[in-house]
C-alpha cells in the first residue's frame, strides 16, 4: 500500500485535491501541517509520496513550496493536479456576522477573498496561518480567540461550523494547482501531453542574461507554461527563475534545450516531467519534432563519417 503525505489536517483543499489522485482511496493518507513538514516527510521516507499546494491563478506561486523545492534536499514532482476552490465563511453556531471580530484562514484563502472580507467584516482582524482546515477547526474551539475561518465547506463542516456565507472569493473562477512529489527517481513515460519543471540559476549578471536562457527553449520550440523569478536569498536583487516548460525530458526538443540550459547556466536543478492536468497537446512546430532531431543526428553521423 502507498503512503501519501498532503499538506492537512484533513478538510484542507490539499486533502480534497489528493483525493482526486488514482490510488489515493486505497493509500495511508498522512497530514501534515506544514508544507515543509510534508516535503520532508517525503524525505525521510516516513511517506512515498505528497501533495502540496505551488501556484493559484489569482495569487500566484506559493513561495513555501517554491523554496523548499529549490534549497532544500532534491524532490521530484511526478504529477499535478487542479483544483477549482470555493471559499466560505464559517462561524460557531449562533454566531452573527455583526459579532464576527477575529478571522483565521491560510494566506492564499485571505488574498482570494480580500475584496468581500473588507466590504463585508471592514471591523474584522483577520489572520493568516497554517491552512484553512486548522482555521476551522480552531474556530470550532471557543477559547480559541477567532470568530470566524474562511475555508472550504467540507472542512467547516467536520468541525460542526454553521456557514454564514458561501462563495466569498473575489474571482469565483481561481484554479489552485497541487504537484505530487516523490523522492528523486526514474522519470515517468512521456505520454504526449507533458509539462517539465526547473529552476534555472544564471551564470552571471549582464545584458542578455535571461534572454539567453530563454533562448534555449525559443529556438528548439519549447513553449513556456509558467515562469517566475525568486530571490536566490543571496543577495537584494539576484533572482532564479522557476520554469514549467511544454514537453517531456525524453522528447528531443526538450532533452537539447535541457543541454544548452547545462552549457549556460551556473546551474540546472530539473524537478521532473509530468502529464499536464489539462491534457493540452503542444503545438510541435515543423523541424522540432523527435523524428526531425533523428534523422539531423543521422545526417551529422554521415558527415562524419560517410561509411556509417
Ligand atoms: O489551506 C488549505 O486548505 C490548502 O490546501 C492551501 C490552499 C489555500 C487556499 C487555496 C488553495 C489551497
Given amino acids: 500500500m502507498s503512503r501519501f503525505g498532503y499538506f492537512g489536517p484533513e478538510g484542507t483543499f490539499t486533502h480534497q485535491a489528493l483525493l482526486t489522485v488514482p490510488g489515493a482511496d486505497l493509500a495511508e493518507l498522512t ?6 513538514g510534508c516535503l520532508d516527510g517525503i524525505r525521510s521516507g516516513e511517506v512515498d509520496a505528497g501533495l502540496v499546494p505551488i501556484e493559484n491563478s489569482v495569487e500566484g506561486g506559493v513561495s ?6 529549490t534549497y532544500g534536499e532534491p524532490l521530484m514532482i511526478t504529477r499535478e493536479v487542479l483544483l477549482e476552490v470555493q471559499f466560505t465563511l464559517f462561524v460557531r453556531p449562533g454566531t452573527a456576522l455583526t459579532d464576527v471580530r477575529r478571522v483565521l484562514t491560510h494566506p492564499h484563502a485571505a488574498a482570494q ?14 489572520t493568516t496561518d497554517g491552512s484553512t482546515a486548522a482555521a476551522a477547526a480552531a474556530v470550532a474551539d471557543p477559547d480559541s480567540g477567532y470568530d470566524a475561518a474562511v ?4 472542512a467547516g463542516e467536520l468541525h460542526g461550523l454553521e456557514a454564514l456565507a458561501d462563495g466569498i472569493a473575489d474571482n469565483t473562477a481561481a484554479v489552485t494547482r497541487f504537484i505530487l512529489v516523490t523522492r528523486p527517481g526514474r522519470v515517468g513515460p512521456a505520454t504526449g501531453a507533458d509539462k517539465t519543471s526547473l529552476v534555472l540559476f544564471m551564470r552571471a549578471d549582464h545584458s542578455g542574461a535571461l534572454l539567453e536562457l530563454l533562448e534555449q527553449f525559443a529556438s528548439r520550440g519549447v513553449n513556456l507554461c509558467r515562469i517566475e523569478s525568486r530571490p536566490t536569498k543571496t543577495q537584494l536583487g539576484s533572482y532564479c527563475f522557476a520554469i ?6 525524453d522528447d528531443a526538443r526538450m532533452a537539447e534545450a535541457l543541454m544548452g540550459l547545462h552549457r549556460v547556466s551556473a546551474r540546472v536543478i530539473f524537478l521532473g516531467s509530468f502529464p499536464r492536468a489539462d491534457s493540452g497537446q503542444p503545438d510541435i512546430l515543423a523541424g522540432t519534432a523527435n523524428a526531425d532531431y533523428a534523422a539531423a543526428q543521422q545526417w551529422l553521423d554521415r558527415l562524419r563519417n560517410p561509411s556509417s
Fill in 244 to 249: 514549467d516548460a511544454e514537453g517531456h525530458v
Fill in 64 to 69: 513555501a513550496t517554491l523554496d523548499n523545492l
Fill in 31 to 36: 497530514p501534515y501541517a506544514t508544507v515543509a
Fill in 151 to 154: 475555508c472550504s465547506r467540507i
Fill in 113 to 126: 477573498c480580500r475584496d468581500w472580507l473588507a466590504a463585508h467584516l471592514p471591523q474584522a482582524d483577520i
